[in-house]
């Protein structure tokens, strides 16, 4: 069986405007809207648009994260993904600890590919994708905005700093999404039906054998700092005239 | 003491410009004693201009056909193996430093603090978070290697000094061969570098056109700035997708920043906040932009860039 892991982070969702909680523990989560990581949400079109060129037949959808995050792998399933996996965490989970749990549901599901988002929206680390392929000891191909897949090999269009860089790398691999890879599609009512008759597992970490206790420790958040609104100049003469007298022109 | 070594980014045969802001960093380290890792295929330049950042002990130069152009498959088994004796290990949070250095965590068992933008001590550094809507304190484990990359909009690159021994060790790592390189798109044509430059002009969707975009080149070329875009005119086509500027683009801190037609997303503030100057022109009065804005400009820009220009 040609088997695509993606994973799906459930995160705050990007339309909300984060803040910090006034004794800085945290940020704000009450009553907050929470969704799949956009990155993620590419990484899940993806791969369904994989298996539906043939060149896959199964799409596992894989969470680390607390029991809520049900709700999410149930929209993972009404997107088209054939079955998921919850793996329970009640804390957040660091990269390398979500990369050993990967690593253990590959070693059991065996993928041709796995696909992650380039970083999740909350804690903006971008290091799961990498450190997983590392522990695999298998190739990366990060930050793509287009992927084919042939002959065993998988063709890789990479935004990079210089612009697009294309690299080919075997398969089996780690592939993590950029923002242009595609557009995910929209979950329509009688798929959301269908479902609920997918095969949902829960299980959890410990089961696993992965010791996820934190590392690094986060000792506070705090808003950042604010810029100043400056002057508002009335003609593009003046505006001219004051990056002049700075000797910014 | 803490040993430091830093991942030197390069490419034709030139060291990229965030190195030295690596260095800086590095060197608010307390105790630091500063390494630089240069992997190319001959590297001779790169290494002898990473010797002559002040502050840097010595270069470590290895010497491989394989490690150009840079795979972070290849270079993350040979930055593992150096980073023997080493308390930290720093890379650019670039797109270059954000591939590589996971890996090389991976493979070092160590925890990897990204986007360090304040060194508070050899543990304990700060980061934003949220897309730049939190700043997160960390504390990392003392005793413990660690990996880290370094937001280089954060830090102004080192001054040149007295240049510094090139040893070459001799590393015994197997590579994989299952990663191959097969090309890059064209980079820009003689303008400066969008990532370190002093200038930048940028354009967003209200240049309505792919054509009208020609406008920010023009003024840009004038000012010898570099060029970029809102991700609004990336997605509409207007700028190719490696001039973007934000938190999913690049996060830029030059001199002068002038955006035009850019209404002020926060994804795109997250990555213009460290810019010297700003000044919005927009046709907009309530445009977000203007509140961050040292020079704010209301108007159509259309008329504005031309009359800029003549002022000049």
Redesign the interface.
Known sequence: MRRILVGIKRV?DYNV????RPDGAG?VTDGVKMSINPFDEIALEEALRIRERGEADEVVAICIGPDDAQQQLRNTLAMGADRAILVKSGEPV???AV?RAFLKLIERENPLLVILGKQA???????????????W????A??A?KLDLKDGIA?VT?????????????LP?VCTTD??LNEPRYIKLPDIMKAKKKPLDVTDLASLGVDAAP??????????PQ?Q?????????E?????RQ?G?? | MNRILIVAEHVDGKLNASVAKCVSCAATIPDAEISIAVLAADGAAVAAAAAAIQGVARVLLVRNPANEPALAAVLAPQVAALAAGHSHVLGPSTTFGKDLMPRVAALLDAPQVSDVMAVESATRFRRPVYAGNAIATVEAPPGRQLVATVRVASYQAAPAGKPAPVEMPALDVVLPAHTRFLSVSAAQNGRPDLQTAARVVSGGRALASKENFALIQRLADRLGAAIGASRAAVDAGYASNELQVGQTGKIIAPELYIAIGISGAIQHLTGIKDARTIVAINKDAEAPIFEVADYGLVGDLFSLIPEIEKNL
């Open positions: 705050i405007r984060v803040r910090v940020v660091e990269p390398p990369a929206i909350d804690d903006d680390s971008n290091q799961t994708g990498q450190m997983l392929a590392a522990l000891d298998r190739p990366q990060t930050f905005s063709r990479r935004e990079v700093d210089a612009g697009l860089e294309t690299i080919e790398v075997e691999a923002l242009r590392v690094l420790q986060v000792v506070k958040f705090e808003p950042p810029r609104k400056g002057v508002m100049v009335k003609d593009a003469a505006l001219v005239a004051a990056l700075k910014l022109v």
